[in-house]
């Protein structure tokens, strides 16, 4: 088990320090070089991760084998699919498909309207839920204890000056989620960002996952944001359940 947990910490320093060398993840984790050594010849000759002509490793393409073929058979993907590309052509902003593993929000689809701007976004990519719309979404469907044990994990951390930072004001941003049928985030995860969302829920008031919309603040005002993007977020989050109801 502790060569596991070896091997898994230096494959995230493989990940976070953007193709290091032995020595670079060997500093980065007070490790023996020899150690991470040999975990990176394992971990190359398995094609998990390669080296690079100058020594340095990065996080191998066989990663895409494991997600790709996981993504691929998951319903909500399947069936979700054309109704996200369908609201990205509409409204021309970029829209995202995510569900919650391990108390983070996953993204598992993303299309870019005409007018959609560039974010750090990718499937796969993980995010708190307590600062953005797709998790506040989740969240305002879980059951208390659900919420409590991702809270616990993960805390309320701030990432701009507009981040809830506080259980109770979290909890009434969750009401006002339930009273509404969806979700917005206004500069709490990056600044200039503005999104909304809806859960797309499941049989006996499951939630399995959320549909968001992200634009620059300067083109979802509040009145757009909250009414017409709003309308249209619900309306593909309920599309959504019903094809996953009759498929």
Do not use: W
Not at 114 to 143: C, Q, S
Not at 159 to 186: H, I
């Amino acid at each position: 088990m502790k060569s596991l947990k070896t091997t898994i910490r230096i494959l995230e320093a493989v990940e976070s320090l953007d193709e290091p060398g032995v020595t670079d993840i060997a500093d980065e984790l007070d490790v023996a070089k020899s150690t991470v050594f040999d975990h990176l010849k394992t971990l190359e000759s398995n094609e998990f991760v390669v080296k690079t002509d100058g020594n340095s490793y990065r996080i191998g393409l066989r990663f895409l084998d494991f997600g790709g073929r996981v993504r691929s058979e998951l319903e909500l993907y399947r069936i979700a699919e054309e109704e996200v590309a369908k609201l990205a052509d509409e409204t021309g902003e970029l829209v995202n498909l995510v569900v919650e593993e391990h108390g983070l929000g996953v993204y598992i689809d993303y299309v870019r309207g005409a007018d959609a701007i560039n974010l750090d976004t990718y499937v796969g990519k993980r995010e708190h839920l307590h600062n953005t719309a797709f998790g506040k979404a989740m969240l305002a469907y879980m059951p208390e204890s659900r919420v409590d044990e991702i809270l616990e994990r993960h805390g309320l951390p701030p990432e701009t000056g507009k981040t809830v930072t506080s259980r109770s004001e979290l909890e009434d941003r969750l009401d006002r989620v339930k009273e509404r049928g969806f979700a917005v985030d206004r500069e709490e995860r990056l600044d200039g960002l503005r999104c909304v969302a809806a859960p797309i829920m499941g049989e006996g008031s499951s939630v399995l996952g959320a549909v968001s919309l992200s634009g620059p603040t300067s083109r979802l005002q509040d009145d757009r944001l909250m009414n017409e993007l709003a309308d249209e977020v619900k309306r593909t989050a309920n599309i959504i359940e019903i094809n996953l109801t009759y498929s």
